[in-house]
């Protein structure tokens, strides 16, 4: 799909960004249904995508790369949960919440890229 509308922008010379946003949100919608365990959350630039990889593990990619990998600051956690990154790019996140005891399906983060 992403073939076929920058194709598209060649042929016209310009570049869509609705017929972006469409194909990525098509794209989204797709590994909703395929995953069951995708989420969005609000994000640096827009919603960014949530995949539950594990017990209390999830890979978080950006709406929007970042300029630097940001420092990140996670929100709503149940009571006595850390949050543990153990991967962090200007792209996205790996994160660990523990104790795995304790259940975490939904969490919110801040990202901020401020020298």
């Known amino acids: ?15 869509d960004g ?12 797709e590994l909703r249904a395929l995953l069951g365990t ?14 539950k990889t594990g017990a209390n593990i999830f890979r978080v990619t950006f709406a929007v790369p970042m300029r ?8 709503n956690l149940p009571i006595g949960v850390e949050a543990q990154v153990i991967e962090k790019t200007n792209i996205g996140f790996t994160v660990i919440f ?11 983060f801040e990202a901020s890229a401020e020298l």
């Open 98 to 108: 523990v104790p795995i005891s304790v259940a975490v399906e939904k969490f919110g």
């Open 38 to 51: 995708a989420q969005t959350a609000p994000g640096p630039g827009r919603e960014a995508l949530i995949i």
């Open 18 to 29: 609705e017929e972006r946003i469409a194909t990525a949100e098509h794209i989204l919608g």
């Open 68 to 75: 630097i990998p940001p420092s990140l600051k996670f929100l």
């Open 1 to 15: 799909m992403q073939n076929a509308v920058s194709l598209h922008q060649k042929s016209v010379g310009k570049e």
